[in-house]
């Protein structure tokens, strides 16, 4: 982890406002990635509020429920979108904070599973500044399952916990993408479409386990996540902070 931390160096944080629609979101992401790679950009960290949707992975379009999982979104008021990494379906809303880290790197292969370690910790601990009792590690029955999501616990029901991060990363040649979303308000839509797309899929997983940040911490705000990001970052990284036009060209 204190090699991932010690390439941080600079960061230039960019808040994106409005959402650019579901899939040009995510397709700006791996732009961000090129964009990186090329040298147009250095390390950056973009910091955004989406739009309905549910982010499949390539596994889950080779089942044979894909289709019909893909319309119950649609029924649902999400757009069902296949993302290049990441596990399984995770769904996202204006209720979550999407935080994509571009990074060239000529190395960026060799540090893939330490980055997962380092930024789990790192949004456990931007979590933790908020009140939240969280933490990094897989609980059983969570949707799109990996080692190092990050949960929450009710402080009051000790023995429930439910995922609140779920992390991704791209890895190219000269670059990587770190995604992360973080469901922090209104967490019933999206435990509603992740059940009616892991049906369709024939997929098992625990309803319970999906939450929000402020089902464990009423009154939670997205803004008030994002700028404990924010800060979690500026503990490991100098931040200066532009103007989405600064990547984008237009204000969003």
């Known amino acids: 982890m ?13 808040r994106q406002d409005q959402t650019l629609g579901a899939a040009r979101d995510l397709e700006f992401g ?6 990186a790679k090329s040298g147009t950009i250095g390390p950056t960290l973009r ?29 649902r008021g999400f757009e069902p979108l296949v993302r290049k990494a990441g596990g399984r379906a995770a769904a996202y809303h204006e209720g979550t904070l999407v935080v994509d880290h571009v990074m060239p790197d000529t190395d960026a292969i060799a540090g893939s599973k330490g980055r997962f370690s380092f930024f789990g910790g790192l949004l456990a601990q931007a979590l933790r500044d908020v009140g939240v009792q969280a933490a990094v590690g897989e609980i059983p029955g969570e949707y799109c399952p990996g080692e190092f999501s990050v949960h929450g616990t009710d402080p009051a029901h000790p023995a429930r916990r439910v995922k609140l991060i779920g992390t991704a990363q791209r890895v190219v040649s000269g670059g990587w993408l770190f995604s992360s ?7 019933a839509p999206i435990r509603s479409v992740l059940t009616d797309s892991y049906a369709a899929l024939g997929l098992d997983w625990d309803p319970a386990t999906a939450g929000a ?4 911490v009423p009154g939670l705000t997205v803004q008030a996540v994002e700028d404990a990001v924010v800060a ?19 204000e969003a």
Do not use: K, W
């Open 213 to 216: 940040a402020n089902d464990l």
């Open 2 to 14: 204190q090699d991932v931390e010690a390439g941080l160096g600079t960061l230039t944080v960019v």
């Open 30 to 35: 791996l732009e961000l990635l090129a964009m």
């Open 181 to 187: 979303v973080i469901v922090v308000e209104d967490s």
């Open 232 to 250: 979690a970052y500026a503990g490991h990284a100098t931040l200066r902070h532009a103007g989405f036009s600064s990547v984008h060209g237009t």
């Open 47 to 75: 910091l955004y509020r989406p739009a309905p949707t549910v982010a499949f992975g390539q596994r889950d379009t080779r089942l044979p429920g894909f289709e019909a999982a893909a319309q119950a979104c649609r029924d």
